[in-house]
């Protein structure tokens, strides 16, 4: 009873598989005559490693099995993680300078650069976190230690991509934050701050790695590097294969400034 329907296919039918296989080898030769051969990729070995060492232990056993001290009492750090109002327009810019800095060292190591890492700055060296500093906040020697190499491999990276061809791009770019706002001081800025280099940066790299939002513009201008910014941004970065929670980055601000009672205000006062 399928014969008919055989014989009609063997003439008629379309072979969808060979047709996708087709259009996929088409793509395929467009992308690479458009932006050229793709970078060889590290983000698995690398982001397995980070995420198991690093970002799994601060996000699980560490918020839980660490405590801070409050009015001399121990708080688990989770409970104020719970408090942190992330939509709170204090913290967009330092949000958007700590995206930047996990994506430019994830990148940057991605695509093997060669880099020498900046001096650790001043702000993570350890000797401005004494034990009682560290008790009340529930930062730990670790987190510390960790901080300060990406902070200082982040300055290597933006001081080996920095040339003096870029130097009026840059000024454009901070120009345009300070109107728009991104220049307020608040948690944050002292460990992040979001600026031209920064910005630069992030776009030279995701052009180098063919990272790019459909409606991308091939012009070199501080309004299209914005733009990629804040696609970034709105995308998450897992959606480019990393963990980044906005609560523990505002978490770690407030641990450094030793500040964490403000998360709670500031909750409050919402």
């Not at 932006?35 to 996000?59: C, D, K, N």
């Not at 902070?151 to 061809?165: C, E, K, N, Q, R």
């Not at 728009?180 to 992040?192: H, L, Q, S, V």
């Amino acid at each position: 009873m399928f014969l008919p329907l055989q014989k009609w296919l063997e003439t008629h039918g379309e072979d969808l598989k060979k047709r996708d296989c087709f259009e996929a080898l088409r793509f395929a030769a467009i992308r690479i005559a458009t932006l050229g051969s793709a970078q060889p990729s590290r983000l698995r070995a690398y982001e397995t490693v980070h995420t198991l060492i690093g970002i799994e232990y601060f996000t699980h056993e560490r918020l839980n099995a660490i405590c801070a001290k409050s009015e001399g009492q121990a708080i688990p750090l989770s409970h104020y993680t719970k408090q942190v109002a992330v939509g709170d327009s204090r913290y967009r810019s330092y949000l958007r300078a700590r995206a930047c800095q996990r994506l430019i060292n994830g990148w940057a190591r991605e695509l093997h650069l060669e880099i020498t890492p900046e001096p650790i700055p001043a702000q993570w060296l350890p000797d401005r976190f004494d034990l009682a500093h560290r008790r009340a906040t529930g930062l730990t020697l670790i987190d510390i230690a960790r901080e300060g190499r990406e902070a200082a491999f982040t300055a290597g990276v933006i001081g080996s991509l920095s040339t003096p061809a870029s130097r009026g791009l840059v000024s454009d770019i901070d120009r345009q934050l300070a109107e728009a706002g991104f220049w307020a001081r608040g948690a944050g800025a002292e460990i992040a701050s979001l600026d031209g280099r920064l910005v630069y940066t992030l776009w030279h790299l995701g052009h180098e790695k063919g990272i790019l939002p459909d409606d991308h513009e091939d012009a070199d201008t501080a309004e299209a590097e914005l733009h990629y910014l804040e696609w970034v941004y709105r995308a998450g970065l897992k959606h480019f294969g990393y963990n980044f929670d906005a609560a523990i980055e505002i978490l770690l601000a407030h641990q450094s400034a030793n500040r964490l009672e403000d998360i709670i205000g500031s909750r409050a006062a919402s």
